[in-house]
Nanobody, 114 residues
């Protein structure tokens, strides 16, 4: 089983990034997919989730209206489009597959700074 995040990097406040998470080794289309983040010195925070078929999404209050989660089941990939980024969005972002089992990626770093 693998979850591989990509797309992180350094971006200025107000900018955008799109994170990707490529999954393999399990039935991706049967799993709820979630993004979490962990800022330095803070606990891991749930960011967003999308149901297995992609029909429903939910977001944490801190990102609602700025971030969009989506998935492409034929490509076994989940995305997180992040707009209007703020310095407080700086964190390591993790992809999570939640279903019969619980799988995690290794994370991708996002730094929002001028």
């Amino acid at each position: 089983v693998q979850l591989v995040e990509s797309g992180g990097g350094l971006v200025q406040p107000g900018g955008s990034l799109r994170l990707s998470c490529a999954a393999s080794g399990f039935t991706f289309s049967s799993y709820v997919m979630r993004w979490y983040r962990q800022a330095p010195g803070k606990e891991r925070e749930w960011v967003a989730e999308i149901t297995s078929a992609g029909r429903s999404t939910n977001y944490g209050d801190s990102v609602k209206g700025r971030f969009t989660i989506s998935r492409d089941n034929p490509k076994n990939t989940v995305y997180l489009q992040m707009n209007s980024l703020k310095p407080e969005d700086t964190a390591v972002y993790y992809c999570n597959a939640y279903g019969l089992r619980n799988y995690w990626g290794q994370g991708t770093h996002v730094t929002v700074s001028s």
